[in-house]
């Protein structure tokens, strides 16, 4: 008897867990255009926070551009993410793809801004040599000859 109450509580809890929070809304935003959403939310975000003089001066308002680019409204935002928050795997899932992405372009850019500073090196090697060249030639030229001829 006590494993049939146990099997019965585990077969209510597991069925209340299953149970959606949130309905599903008429316009939910799907799972990719929610990623590149909060991507580009994500990059906005950043870009506001080490230049937020020139965001305030330009007048732009980071989601009504959004909002603009995307084609959707704050409405449709707000109960897409709220969808997707009562679904916490699915959730994970978009942050996870949003952060691979954020990664990658982190990654992207260090590895440019790699080869433009082994090119600047390079470069400032090349032109020290072509300097130092240069020097040793013209002292060449203005040494005297100190060979005693006979």
């Known amino acids: 008897m006590k494993y049939i109450v146990t099997y019965i509580l585990g077969f209510?809890?597991?069925?209340?867990?299953?149970?959606?929070v949130v309905d599903e809304p008429e316009n939910l935003i799907p799972k990719e255009k929610m990623t590149e959403i909060l991507h580009d939310l994500a990059i906005l975000n950043a870009s506001k926070s080490g230049a937020s003089r020139k965001f305030k001066d330009s007048g732009i308002d980071i989601?009504?551009?959004?909002?603009?680019?995307y084609d959707i409204d704050s409405t449709?935002?707000?109960e897409s993410d709220l969808y997707y928050a009562s679904i916490p795997l699915e959730y994970q899932t978009i942050y996870k793809d949003v952060e691979a992405r954020l990664k990658q372009q982190k990654d992207t850019l260090e590895a440019i801004g790699k080869r433009l500073n082994d090119s600047i090196r390079e470069a400032s090697i090349q032109?020290?040599?072509?300097?130092?060249?240069i020097r040793e030639q013209k002292e060449g030229v203005k040494k005297p000859d100190t060979t005693i001829s006979r």
């Open 127 to 133: 032109r020290n040599d072509s300097l130092k060249a």
């Open 76 to 78: 449709q935002f707000a």
């Open 12 to 20: 209510i809890i597991l069925v209340s867990c299953a149970e959606k």
């Open 63 to 69: 989601m009504e551009f959004l909002y603009t680019k």
